[in-house]
């Protein structure tokens, strides 16, 4: 038994395996496959960063069109002769309204709120930039 423990520990310490560490090629194979992997990763992840970033600004931009909507709805009340178009007026920062008042009847106003996030920093919004567009008609009530 004793001689079996001296066998035993004269070859763990005096000689070294060969599997004992990693070589070269498979360091490299290995350094591959994980750059093939991470490649389509990162896209994944870019494009869900600006996918949340369109929905955030379209959220805030339908949150801001409906208060100006609300506040046309609550000034059309007493005072329904008022013109309420306006041009690229700034309702926060880079976000940007345009509001078109057009008859559609005698008691009626046809009213259209558009807002958008000015991505050109121009201070206008332009073609893409309109995120929400939000339409109604309000009555003159006296």
């Keep these: 038994m004793r001689a ?22 498979e360091v490299v194979v290995a350094s591959s496959l994980l750059i ?10 870019t494009a869900a960063h600006l996918n949340s970033t369109k929905i955030e600004r379209k959220t805030r931009s339908l949150t ?3 208060a100006k909507l609300d506040d046309i709805k609550a000034r059309a009340i007493y005072n329904y002769a008022s ?4 041009s690229d007026t ?5 976000y940007l309204c345009n509001v078109k008042a057009a008859a559609s009847g005698s008691n009626l106003k046809r009213i259209t709120v558009s807002v958008g996030f000015d991505t050109s ?10 995120l929400v567009v939000l339409d109604t008609q309000v009555a003159k009530r006296w």
């Design 36 to 45: 093939v992997a991470m490649v389509p990763i990162l896209k994944a992840l």
């Design 121 to 130: 920093g121009n201070g206008a919004l332009g073609g893409g930039e309109t």
């Design 4 to 25: 079996k423990l001296i066998r035993l520990l004269a070859g763990a310490g005096g000689r070294r395996s060969r599997r004992s560490g990693f070589t070269l090629t």
């Design 64 to 66: 801001l069109a409906q």
């Design 90 to 94: 700034e309702l926060e920062t880079n």
């Design 83 to 86: 013109n309420y178009n306006e």
